[in-house]
């Protein structure tokens, strides 16, 4: 099957006549898992034998450009997923699909659903229609209302390191060039060695896009090693970069002081202090 293995269990179950009516997806990566969602959603609807660059039915091509009025995806509107948003998806639905199996919604960053916008869906996940199948997306199933997540089947779908690669655009050498020097250099932070940010980072990396890839790997690996921290899946690859055990503020701290730097490398500030300002915010954690 053409998608991730938890989810060709979906599919399964559907060839079984099996299929739940609504499913809260926990993965590590949203975007990769929506486009898998897709490919899935094509193999159940099909009226050919679904194949990844399918041509033998028009469905297929209007799941891949959005254009199949029977798929609805849902995400926050500013800060949270309003009730209006699922009051329009229950009308929309109100009719059987003309072209598809089925009406399919998806719910992206479901942890964004209010207690208003939680309670105007529960009446697809409290009583379900036969025909109407929905996907809740989160990064963290634990924050989901519990009335919404106890009438879920909950899967995890966890990718693998290669999606750091297509999201950076870089190639799996570069990426292990990244990581050893990255490894290199939390050291010599942890150890208080003297770094000449010059000579150490600078010269091998000149252009600010390169330092902007490195520290996003950073971040990775310190996002990775919260996950471990709260039970979540994560990437064993990028935790080996640093497995020093750390309290959760401290990997918070991490966090926010890579992310302050990777927004200002936006801005036209001097490269070599901005690297030993961070050496100094990142010491002063260390005691």
Do not use: W
Request: aromatic share 10%.
């Amino acid at each position: 099957m053409l998608f991730n293995n938890n989810l060709t269990e979906i599919y399964n179950k559907y060839r079984e006549g099996k299929l739940a009516h609504a499913y809260l997806i926990e993965t590590n990566n949203p975007q990769r898992l929506l486009e898998d969602l897709k490919k899935l959603i094509q193999a159940i609807n099909c009226p050919a034998e679904f194949s990844e660059k399918c041509q033998a039915c028009n469905l297929c091509n209007l799941i891949a450009k959005d254009n199949l009025p029977s798929l609805i995806t849902i995400e926050p509107d500013g800060t949270s997923i309003k009730k209006a948003q699922i009051e329009a998806l229950k009308l929309s639905f109100e009719t059987k699909p003309i072209y598809s199996k089925y009406n399919v919604y998806i719910i992206k960053n479901a942890e964004k659903l209010n207690s208003s916008s939680a309670n105007a869906m529960l009446k697809f996940v409290e009583e379900p229609t036969e025909g109407i199948l929905g996907f809740f997306i989160t990064n963290n199933k634990d924050v989901i209302i519990p009335t919404i997540k106890s009438r879920c089947q909950i899967i995890v779908v966890t990718y693998e390191n290669n999606n750091l690669l297509e999201k950076l655009n870089i190639t799996s050498d570069e990426l292990e060039s990244y990581k050893q020097l990255i490894k290199d250099y939390l050291k010599k932070i942890k150890t208080n060695e003297f770094i000449n940010n010059k000579d150490f980072i600078l010269s091998k990396y000149k252009e600010r896009s390169e330092i902007d890839i490195m520290f996003k790997i950073m971040f990775e690996v310190y996002y990775n090693i919260f996950l471990k921290s709260l039970n979540k899946p994560y990437n064993e690859e990028l935790i080996e970069i640093d497995k020093i055990g750390y309290q959760r503020e401290e990997i918070c701290f991490k966090l926010n002081i890579i992310s302050k730097l990777i927004q200002e490398l936006s801005y036209n500030v001097n490269m070599e202090l901005l690297l030993d300002k961070f050496v100094i915010e990142m010491r002063k954690q260390n005691g």
